[in-house]
C-alpha cells in the first residue's frame, strides 16, 4: 500500500514553462486534493475533487487547472508558470462522505519557478 | 483566508516537558484534526475530535476542543526529540466537506 504518491519530488521551471503535476492514490478514496504550501502560512486549497468527474475551485485556483483523470489519479497544470508558483505543492485524500474527513498526503513537490 | 490560528507560531522546550498549542476558529465546525508534518514531508494526520466532543486522547496525546470559545488545544505529554514537527490545526464545517488549516506551530523538542 504505497498511499498518496506524487511525481516529481522537485522540478524548476523558466517563467512561461508549463508541466503537470501527477498524483496517485491506492487508498480507494474518493476525494483528493491539491494545496500549495508556502512559509508561514499553512496549506492553501487550490483544487479539489469531490468525486471521480468532479473538480471545484478552492482558495487560491488562478493560474492552475485540474484533470481528475480516474478514481487514482488528480493532476495539477500549470500552463505558464510565474515565480510566484514556487511552493511546495501536496496532494491528498480522503473517503469523504463518511464519518471521517481523515486527509492522507503525499510526500510534497518542491517546485521553483526563476 | 485561514479558519484556524494556531498559538504559538513557535515553541522550543526540553525532552521530557510537555508541549501545549492551541488553535482558534472563526466559524461553527463540524469536526477539528490535528495533523504533524516533519521537516520535508507531508502532513500525517494525528487525531480528530468531533463538534461533540469535549476531550480525546491518543497515546501521549491529548486534544481539547471548547466550541463555545471556538477553540482547541493538543497537548503531547512526556516529549521527546521525534516530536520536533510542525503540527496543524484543520477545521471541517460539515461531515465530508474540505478541511481548512490553519498556520502551523513549529514545536522543537531539545534533547
Known amino acids: 500500500n504505497a498511499g498518496v504518491t506524487q511525481t516529481p519530488k522537485f522540478q524548476v521551471l523558466k517563467t512561461g514553462q508549463s508541466m503537470t503535476l501527477q498524483c496517485a492514490q491506492d487508498?480507494?478514496?474518493?476525494?483528493m486534493y491539491w494545496y500549495r504550501q508556502d512559509p508561514g502560512m499553512g496549506l492553501r486549497l487550490i483544487y479539489y475533487s469531490a468525486s471521480e468527474g468532479t473538480t471545484d475551485k478552492g482558495e487560491v485556483p488562478n493560474g492552475y487547472n485540474v484533470s481528475r483523470l480516474n478514481k487514482r489519479e488528480f493532476s495539477l497544470r500549470l500552463e505558464s508558470a510565474a515565480p510566484s508558483q514556487t511552493s511546495v505543492y501536496f496532494c491528498?485524500?480522503?473517503?469523504?462522505?463518511?464519518?471521517?474527513?481523515?486527509?492522507?498526503f503525499g510526500p510534497g513537490t518542491r517546485l521553483t519557478v526563476l | 483566508s485561514q479558519q484556524g490560528e494556531e498559538d504559538p507560531q513557535a515553541l522550543s522546550i526540553q525532552e521530557g516537558e510537555n508541549a501545549t498549542m492551541n488553535c482558534s476558529y472563526k466559524?461553527?465546525?463540524?469536526?477539528l484534526q490535528w495533523y504533524r508534518q516533519n521537516s520535508g514531508r507531508g502532513l500525517v494526520h494525528l487525531i480528530l475530535i468531533r463538534s461533540n466532543e469535549r476531550e480525546k486522547h491518543s497515546g501521549r496525546l491529548r486534544v481539547t476542543l471548547d466550541t463555545s470559545k471556538k477553540s482547541s488545544s493538543l497537548l503531547i505529554t512526556a516529549s521527546r526529540a521525534a516530536d520536533t514537527a510542525s503540527y496543524f490545526c484543520?477545521?471541517?464545517?460539515?461531515?465530508?466537506?474540505?478541511?481548512?488549516f490553519g498556520e502551523g506551530t513549529q514545536l522543537t523538542v531539545n534533547p
Open positions: 487508498m480507494n478514496h474518493n476525494s
Open positions: 466559524t461553527s465546525i463540524n469536526n
Open positions: 491528498a485524500s480522503s473517503s469523504s462522505g463518511g464519518r471521517t474527513d481523515t486527509q492522507y
Open positions: 484543520a477545521t471541517s464545517q460539515t461531515s465530508g466537506s474540505r478541511l481548512t
